[in-house]
C-alpha cells in the first residue's frame, strides 16, 4: 500500500505540470478565439515570459529566435490576404534576423496589420511593431531604441553607436584592431538597422519621415532599456493607438511568471465583492 501510494504521488508530481500547462494552454486559445470572433482577423500571439512548464516547474526563458520566425511566418503565410492580422507581442527582443524575417512578413501580407503591444514590445519587438498598420498599445506599455547590440570575444555586449563614439574620441592610433574591427561592424550594423526600419515606413510615412525616425531610434542617443512611451511614439509620427482590447489583459494573466522566493505584486481584483456576512451579523443584541 505504501510503496502504491509513493509511485502514485510521484506520478501526480510528474503529470501536474503538464496537465497544468495544457489546461492553460485551452485557456488561452478560448480566448484567441473570442478575439478572432470579435474582430474578424487572425490572432497570432508572440508572449516572451518565463513559464512554469518542465519538470519540477522549471522556468524557460524565451526571447525572438529562429523557431519564432518560423511559427509566425506559417501562421502569416496561411491567413488569408483579406483578412486582418492582430499580433499580440510581449518580448524583450532577440536575434535582429529573427526579427527582422517576422517584420517582413507581417508588412508583405496584404491585408491590414494591428500589433497590440500590453506592457512592451523592446528592440527587436519594436522592430516588428513598426511594420503594422496601426499599434495598439496599453497607455502604459512601451517600445525601446534599436541601436544594435555587438557581441565581443569577451563575452560582453556592447551598443554599436558606443563603440564607434569611443573609437573617435580616442582615435584610430590608440585603440587594438580588435576594436578598429568592432568600429567597422557596428557602423554596418547600424547602416543596416537604418535601412530595415525605412523600407518598413516609407510606404505609409514617406521616406525623409521614415529616415529621421530610423536614425532617431538607431543613433545612441538612449541606452538600449530606454523606455520610449505612448506620447513619445505618437511625437514620432509612429500610428500609435493608446488603447486595447481588455481579453489582451485576461489573455496575459495565462503567462504565468515563473515562482520565486522574493516579494511579487498582490491586489485584490477590483471591483471588489461585498463580504459574506458574518454569522449572527446584523442583529441587535440586547
Known amino acids: 500500500m505504501v510503496d502504491l501510494l509513493f509511485w502514485l504521488l510521484l506520478f501526480i508530481l510528474i503529470a501536474w505540470p503538464h496537465i497544468q500547462y495544457r489546461n492553460i494552454k485551452a485557456a488561452r486559445l478560448g480566448i484567441i478565439r473570442a478575439l478572432e470572433r470579435n474582430y474578424n482577423a487572425r490572432v497570432i500571439t508572440m508572449i ?8 519540477f516547474n522549471i522556468p524557460f526563458y524565451r526571447f525572438i529566435d529562429i523557431e519564432d520566425s518560423e511559427a509566425v511566418i506559417r501562421a ?28 517582413y512578413a507581417l508588412k508583405n501580407h496584404p491585408g491590414k496589420k494591428i500589433v497590440i503591444v500590453p506592457h512592451y514590445a523592446m528592440s527587436g519587438g519594436t522592430l516588428i511593431a513598426l511594420a503594422a498598420d496601426e499599434i495598439w498599445m ?3 506599455a512601451v517600445l525601446g531604441p534599436l541601436d544594435p547590440q555587438l557581441s565581443t570575444n569577451k563575452g560582453s555586449t556592447l551598443p554599436a553607436p ?4 569611443a573609437v573617435k574620441e580616442k582615435g584610430k592610433e590608440k585603440v587594438s584592431d580588435e576594436t578598429l574591427i568592432l568600429a567597422d561592424i557596428a557602423e554596418k550594423a547600424i547602416k543596416q ?32 532599456d530606454y523606455p520610449i512611451t505612448v506620447r513619445h511614439a505618437i511625437e514620432l509620427g509612429l500610428p500609435v493607438k493608446p488603447e486595447i482590447p481588455p481579453e489582451v ?6 503567462y504565468p ?30
Open 48 to 55: 516572451h515570459r518565463q513559464e512554469r512548464i518542465g519538470f
Open 76 to 103: 502569416i503565410r496561411t491567413t488569408p490576404p483579406d483578412k486582418t492580422i492582430m499580433f499580440i507581442l510581449h518580448t524583450p527582443g532577440g536575434l535582429v534576423l529573427a526579427a527582422s524575417q517576422i517584420a
Open 138 to 140: 496599453d497607455p502604459n
Open 162 to 165: 558606443s563603440i564607434i563614439k
Open 193 to 224: 538597422m537604418q535601412e530595415i526600419i525605412i523600407d518598413l515606413l516609407k510606404d505609409r510615412l514617406g521616406e525623409e519621415k521614415a529616415k529621421r525616425i530610423a536614425e532617431y531610434l538607431t543613433e545612441g542617443r538612449f541606452t538600449h
Open 249 to 254: 489583459y485576461t489573455l496575459m494573466d495565462l
Open 257 to 286: 511568471q515563473a515562482f520565486t522566493q522574493r516579494p511579487g505584486v498582490e491586489f485584490i481584483p477590483y471591483p471588489y465583492m461585498p463580504p459574506h456576512p458574518a454569522k449572527g451579523a446584523g442583529k441587535e443584541r440586547a
